[in-house]
């Protein structure tokens, strides 16, 4: 019995460790994440709205938090805070110092908007009531430019259901970003 429980383990590892394997540099997998040492080039200026800290992309276009469809990709350009007056971010290369992904458990209220009510929106898969709640597919990369020290990361995201959705891949960030920031994974 015991050479069986040391055989079936082994087996496991060995295919758990050639799953790794698979997707190291794999810029199609959910799994394989931004390394550090990659480069984010922002490719023209950009503008973040006074009294806000971040700036959203989707689709290759800059958004307002109130103009991103959460269900596709998107990603958000963040500053170390808010300032009452605009902030404007000059085209740079940002080194990425750590990136991880999370999926975090968030129950948000969206504040009022001028034209609309405003709603309590779920996206954690915690649902109390049993049902299927979408999750937050966030990667996060923290960034650093001896130019622009107040830029500090860049989390690109979707929701979605699991087990059907998950992570974006780096080709899938690449796409998102289009036009705006160029993504230059290390090796």
Same mark, same amino acid.
């Given at each position: 019995?015991?050479?069986? $429980?040391?055989?079936?383990?082994? &087996? #496991?590892?060995?295919?758990? %460790?050639? *799953?790794?394997? !698979? =997707?190291?540099?794999?810029?199609?997998?959910?799994?394989?994440?931004?390394?550090?040492?990659?480069?984010?080039?922002?490719?023209?200026?950009? $503008?973040?709205?006074?009294?806000? &800290? #971040?700036?959203?992309?989707? %689709?290759? *276009?800059?958004? !307002? =938090?109130?103009?991103?469809?959460?269900?596709?990709?998107?990603?958000?350009?963040?500053?170390?805070?808010?300032?009452?007056?605009?902030?404007?971010?000059?085209?740079?290369?940002? &080194?990425?110092?750590?990136?991880?992904?999370?999926?975090?458990?968030?129950?948000?209220?969206?504040?009022?908007?001028?034209?609309?009510?405003?709603?309590?929106?779920?996206?954690?898969?915690?649902?109390?009531?049993?049902?299927?709640?979408?999750?937050?597919?966030?990667?996060?990369?923290?960034?650093?430019?001896?130019?622009?020290?107040?830029?500090?990361?860049?989390?690109?995201?979707?929701?979605?259901?699991?087990?059907?959705?998950?992570?974006?891949?780096?080709?899938?960030?690449?796409?998102?970003?289009?036009?705006?920031?160029?993504?230059?994974?290390?090796?």
């Amino acid at each position: 019995m015991r050479y069986a $429980t040391t055989a079936v383990l082994g &087996a #496991a590892l060995f295919v758990t %460790g050639c *799953q790794t394997v !698979s =997707y190291q540099g794999n810029e199609n997998s959910p799994y394989y994440v931004v390394p550090a040492g990659s480069r984010l080039v922002l490719e023209h200026e950009i $503008t973040i709205p006074g009294d806000r &800290a #971040a700036v959203y992309i989707q %689709g290759g *276009q800059l958004r !307002s =938090y109130w103009d991103v469809n959460p269900y596709y990709p998107y990603c958000k350009f963040e500053v170390r805070s808010p300032r009452d007056t605009v902030q404007k971010i000059q085209p740079d290369d940002f &080194a990425v110092t750590r990136a991880f992904q999370e999926t975090p458990p968030v129950v948000r209220a969206e504040p009022q908007r001028p034209d609309a009510s405003a709603r309590l929106v779920r996206v954690s898969s915690l649902d109390s009531d049993g049902g299927i709640s979408a999750t937050v597919f966030a990667t996060t990369m923290w960034l650093r430019s001896d130019r622009q020290p107040d830029v500090s990361r860049m989390t690109c995201a979707q929701w979605g259901y699991p087990p059907l959705d998950g992570h974006l891949s780096i080709a899938q960030i690449r796409k998102t970003l289009a036009g705006v920031v160029t993504l230059k994974v290390a090796r």
